[in-house]
């Protein structure tokens, strides 16, 4: 009965930074009276749960939803199955030498080069999430 979304922004008003370190996150989870699939188009919000991730709480959860990735398709069986393997190097490509997002090596130097108040005890979570 609930689903999750999340909504980048930054302080700016614009979605998307190319900065890590001005790239926020909204996470929603919405639960709603009836269960999914459902024959109505509409339900009921029953319960709303915001909560806003700052820069280095987005960095954090980025790196671990892709270590999770790579712990799934690790749990599978690899058999002749190609579109694993392409899965796995797509994975360890975008956390090493990304196109896009920042990997891991610009986390840790934006973050972790100084200490500063402004992360506060997310400083810690990092240097463990990086281990």
């Given at each position: 009965n609930t689903f999750s979304y999340e909504i980048p922004f930054t302080k700016t008003g614009k979605s998307h930074s190319s900065r890590i370190d001005e790239q926020y996150k909204r996470k929603i989870t919405l639960s709603v009276a009836y269960g999914f699939p459902s024959i109505f188009n509409r339900q009921l919000v029953t319960n709303q749960i915001i909560k806003t991730l700052s820069p280095i709480e987005v960095a954090i959860d980025d790196i671990n939803e892709r270590i999770n990735d790579m712990n799934k398709l690790l749990d599978i069986k690899i058999s002749n199955d190609l579109s694993i393997l392409r899965e796995m190097k797509r994975i360890?490509?975008?956390?090493?030498?990304?196109?896009?997002?920042?990997?891991?090596?610009?986390?840790?130097?934006?973050?972790?080069?100084?200490?500063?108040?402004?992360?506060?005890?997310?400083?810690?979570?990092?240097?463990?999430?990086?281990?």
């Open positions: 360890v490509q975008g956390s090493i030498l990304p196109q896009v997002n920042a990997g891991t090596a610009e986390v840790a130097k934006v973050f972790l080069s100084h200490i500063s108040e402004e992360f506060g005890p997310h400083h810690d979570d990092l240097k463990n999430t990086l281990h």
